[in-house]
């Protein structure tokens, strides 16, 4: 009887808070909300903790059926399925999850992170206009997706013996919330300026697990991502860099902007920010030892009419960073700034710069 009582409770729960959502609505075109965007930090489930019961339900009311068609479609096949229908990866990028990312990025409108692990893709992240998402479609208003798919609050999964359940909050609702398809998850990134789906992440229950998006409990063992040497690390940063740079273009091409060009010079600046950032323990825009921005791009040999730039720390990878950025008043400004040419992007340690400038006319 206790636990009919507390499932009811459960579900009567999960209803209010998707009540709110519709009555918010306001909340996702409100460009005016008193935020300065200068500081990113992720502080979500970096300790996760055990807990005594989880319940067994089944999340079958969010669930959408496994699409046959689309890229979804291509989670759970094999590597050469994949390239027998996209071709080959325009590179393979390493990650810290256990699988290596094959990246399409053959055009601004259309960009794919699939994740393959021993011949399996195990994640695919998509975004871009003209990317085919099925049953989904980037652009989509979240009022159609609200009324297509019943957003669930918690999600009970199990792996081998182990239990765990990720609970959503009202934040996550709202710009990144998390539906099953067929037997896979999806995390929805919804940009909140426009009320629009701006990319799709799909993953099986280990890869949701390793990455840890949501506030999560568990029972039995905790799935961690297989530890990584320094020069592994400096792989995975570099590889973060070029993503950044790559799903920046895709955003600004959204918006009908031009897409930035990479600048070395200002890629060292970055980079040498971030590094300062985590060794001092000093998350700033201004170093205390180097200055602010145009110190430091001075410094560098940078030659610049305008600059700009944004910060972040704690996110997972380069979809999760720039979606933040995405959702944050000032580092969007940046990101859609039409007076910038070139990009330089520096990632040390879960610590994230992107410094923009303008270069002159005769340099670019």
């Known amino acids: 009887m206790r636990e009919g009582r507390d499932g009811?409770?459960?579900?009567?729960?999960r209803i209010l808070v998707l009540?709110?959502?519709?009555?918010?609505?306001?909340?996702?075109i409100d460009i005016g909300r008193n935020?300065?965007?200068?500081?990113?930090?992720?502080?979500?489930?970096?300790?996760?903790?055990?807990?005594?019961d989880i319940s067994n339900d089944d999340n079958l009311s969010s669930n959408t059926g496994f699409p046959e068609k689309?890229?979804?479609?291509?989670?759970?096949?094999?590597?050469?399925?994949?390239?027998?229908?996209?071709?080959?990866?325009?590179?393979?990028?390493?990650?810290?999850?256990?699988?290596?990312?094959?990246i399409y990025n053959k055009s601004g409108t259309e960009y794919i992170q699939a994740g393959v692990s021993k011949n399996k893709v195990?994640?695919?992240?998509?975004?871009?206009?003209d990317a085919d998402i099925y049953p989904f479609k980037i652009g989509q208003p979240i009022g159609e997706l609200y009324a297509s798919v019943f957003f669930e609050t918690d999600f009970n999964l199990k792996v081998k013996d182990s239990s765990y359940r990720f609970e959503l909050s009202e934040d996550d609702l709202n710009t990144r919330p998390l539906v099953m398809v067929g037997e896979y998850y999806a995390q929805l990134n919804i940009d909140r300026f426009t009320g629009t789906l701006s990319s799709v992440r799909v993953m099986d229950a280990a890869t949701l697990i390793k990455l840890r998006p949501y506030e999560m409990v568990y029972r039995g063992e905790l799935l961690e991502p297989p530890l990584a040497s320094p020069a592994f690390e400096e792989d995975v940063e570099?590889?973060?860099e070029k993503q950044i740079l790559d799903l920046t273009n895709v955003i600004r091409v959204r918006h009908h902007l031009q897409p930035l060009k990479w600048d070395d010079m200002t890629a060292a600046a970055a980079f040498a920010h971030s590094k300062d950032m985590y060794e001092s323990n000093d998350f700033s825009h201004t170093s205390k030892t180097y200055g602010d921005l145009s110190d430091r791009l001075e410094a560098g040999g940078v030659s610049y009419e305008a600059a700009g730039e944004n910060i972040a720390a704690?996110?997972?990878?380069?979809?999760?960073?720039v979606e933040g950025w995405l959702n944050?008043?000032?580092?969007?400004?940046?990101?859609?700034?039409?007076e910038f040419t070139h990009l330089g992007v520096g990632v040390y340690k879960k610590h994230y710069t992107q410094n923009f400038i303008k270069k002159a006319d005769e340099e670019t």
């Open 8 to 13: 009811s409770l459960r579900a009567l729960f």
């Open 19 to 28: 009540i709110s959502i519709f009555l918010a609505a306001g909340f996702y």
């Open 35 to 52: 935020e300065k965007g200068e500081i990113l930090v992720n502080q979500e489930n970096t300790q996760p903790g055990a807990i005594k």
């Open 70 to 102: 689309g890229m979804v479609s291509f989670i759970g096949k094999s590597a050469a399925e994949l390239k027998e229908s996209l071709g080959a990866p325009s590179r393979i990028d390493p990650s810290f999850y256990g699988y290596e990312w094959w």
């Open 122 to 129: 195990v994640s695919l992240f998509a975004t871009g206009e």
């Open 238 to 240: 570099r590889a973060k």
């Open 314 to 321: 704690n996110y997972t990878d380069a979809p999760a960073v």
């Open 328 to 338: 944050s008043k000032g580092h969007r400004d940046s990101l859609l700034n039409e």
